[in-house]
């Protein structure tokens, strides 16, 4: 029996070999499915399991929908692992690969990322393909994600002003590099935004990423897929993705930055639970404004660019799709966000204040996907 790759798979009636034999066969079929690039590279399980000192539980940097992501170490030129402190530090996230669903946003995130280069999106150092194993590699980001920034604080400080705004410029320029490209990410959260240690945003979550209409076509047809509340409404509705999703998935996020508040969070009182509902009215009124901006930042923030953000986010989360704006425009608007900014906002990170930790977690993570995946 041959393999795609022209290999000899022996056949042989043990079941121990045959469950082998079909092992190399399933991931020579998955070698075909991705797609070569030069930057990524193929780590074997044994050097990522060594470089997480075995996934060890006070490496896990994270937990998402699919798992856990491990911090570990590995060498920055021959990429073999290294001791921790030592080389270079690498998040490492796997995939469980029964589960369909996972194998193929495992797929996407290396046909998508490891084919893009961008200061604004997180670098994918490479993948392990072997047995059941499907890890991917990225660089570590040390602050970790918005989403714990924003509602995870425990002791720490809330996120000043003027860095929210440096994020969102940093998001918004990661989407609209993407767009350019004609690619959708369709999955923009704060929990898919990382942070450098100088709080450059880095976009990550490339796992339902996919290459927006081509020629004459106005939309791609796919079954609903996302996070919910992030998903723009006639996407849920039609199935019907366009750019314009990820636009109003960004809007989300510029609310979370204004409001610190979920996008979904059960805790609250009924009325408040749902983001943009309850803050719309709100961001129609430049006197109401203030009723939704975060408590914790004390005041310490340009009232000015708070409308413009106010406004910007309202425009972003318009129900008519074709009234959203560019992500092109929604950058411009951004920097001119950050040209008049007051120094004052830098004062408040300095400035020591303990604030209590916000509303109890509510991951709000839950996938979905109603018409089933993939493109029809
Ligand atoms: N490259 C990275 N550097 C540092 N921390 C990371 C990195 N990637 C992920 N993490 C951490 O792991 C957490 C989980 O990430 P992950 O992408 O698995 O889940 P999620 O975005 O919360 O949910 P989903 O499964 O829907 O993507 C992040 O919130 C972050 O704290
Ligand atoms: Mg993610």
Not at 189 to 201: E, M, P, V
Not at 207 to 218: F, S
């Amino acid at each position: 029996m041959f393999a795609k790759d022209g290999s000899m798979i022996s056949s042989c009636s043990s079941r121990a070999t045959r469950a082998s034999s079909d092992s190399v066969l399933l991931s020579t079929n998955i070698k075909c499915q991705i797609l070569p690039s030069a930057s990524v590279k193929i780590f074997s399980y044994d050097n990522l399991r060594l470089a997480t000192r075995r996934f060890r539980a006070n490496t896990m940097t994270g937990e998402g929908g699919f798992g856990c992501v491990c911090k570990g170490w590995i060498d920055e030129n021959t990429f073999s692992p290294c001791k921790p402190g030592t080389g270079i530090p690498v998040a490492v996230k796997r995939f469980n690969p029964e589960s369909l669903q996972e194998h193929q946003e495992w797929l996407a995130e290396i046909n998508h990322l490891g084919h893009l280069s961008h200061p604004n999106l997180v670098k994918l150092f490479g993948y392990c393909l072997e047995d059941e194993h499907r890890l991917l590699v990225y660089e570590f980001l040390p602050r970790g994600s918005l989403e714990s920034h924003l509602f995870k604080r425990g002791s720490g400080q809330p996120l000043a002003w003027n860095l929210r705004m440096k994020v969102a410029l940093g998001a918004a320029k990661a989407l609209a590099y993407l767009h350019s490209a004609n690619i959708i990410i369709r999955d923009v959260k704060s929990s898919n935004i990382l942070l450098d240690s100088d709080y450059t945003a880095k976009l990550t979550g490339f796992g339902l990423a996919t290459n927006g209409p081509v020629g004459e076509e106005t939309h791609v047809s796919t079954g609903v897929m996302g996070t919910y509340g992030y998903a723009a409404p006639e996407y849920i509705a039609t199935g019907r993705l366009t750019q314009k999703c990820d636009i109003y998935g960004f809007g989300v996020l510029l609310l979370e930055l204004l409001s610190g508040r979920r996008v979904i969070d059960k805790t609250r009182p009924e009325g408040e639970q749902h983001l943009v509902d309850w803050a719309r009215p709100y961001l129609k009124h430049k006197h109401k404004i203030r009723c939704v901006i975060d408590a914790s930042l004390g005041g310490l923030y340009s009232f000015s660019a708070a409308q413009n953000i106010a406004a910007l986010a309202l425009e972003c989360l318009c129900t008519s799709s074709k009234k959203r704006p560019t992500m092109d425009s929604v950058v411009s608007v951004l920097e001119g966000v950050q040209e008049d900014e007051e120094p004052e906002a830098e004062k408040h990170q300095e400035s020591g204040k303990r604030v209590t930790a916000s509303a109890s977690r509510n991951k709000g993570k839950s996938r979905w996907n109603i018409f089933g995946g993939g493109r029809s």
